[in-house]
């Protein structure tokens, strides 16, 4: 399975970006998929995940201002990332979980100026 994500950028506090990740390859093996953020000089830590049923768990940090939805036809998943903030400046990684394996893409940077 391969993920390619794309939409970071540098965005004010109060905006608002969309990220968004393709997947290709063995996709029918994938179940969950999600999108992680690992701000600068911390661990990596979920952020959204989207099941395989559709069940969305959000965490309490983005909470209200953050949706994460996927698009089965086009094997995507969006983050649309609303009400910014400058703690949610860091990369954002497109993860997926497929045949008891976890796959990463490669990354997009969001900078939040205050």
């Known amino acids: 399975v391969q993920l390619q994500a794309s939409g970071g950028g540098l965005a004010q506090a109060g905006g608002s970006l969309r990220l968004s990740c393709t997947a290709s390859?063995?996709?029918?093996?994938?179940?969950?998929m999600g999108w992680y953020h690992k701000p600068p000089g911390k661990t990596r830590e979920p952020v959204a995940v989207?099941?395989?049923?559709?069940?969305?768990n959000i965490a309490d940090s983005v909470k209200g201002r953050f949706t994460v939805s996927r698009d089965w036809n086009n094997n995507s998943l969006y983050l649309q990332m609303n009400k910014l903030t400058p703690e949610d400046t860091g990369v954002y990684y497109c993860?997926?979980?497929?045949?008891?394996?976890?796959?990463w893409g490669q990354g997009t940077q969001v900078t939040v100026s205050s």
């Open positions: 993860g997926a979980l497929a045949a008891s394996a976890l796959y």
């Open positions: 390859g063995n996709i029918f093996s994938i179940m969950h």
């Open positions: 989207i099941t395989s049923g559709g069940t969305t």
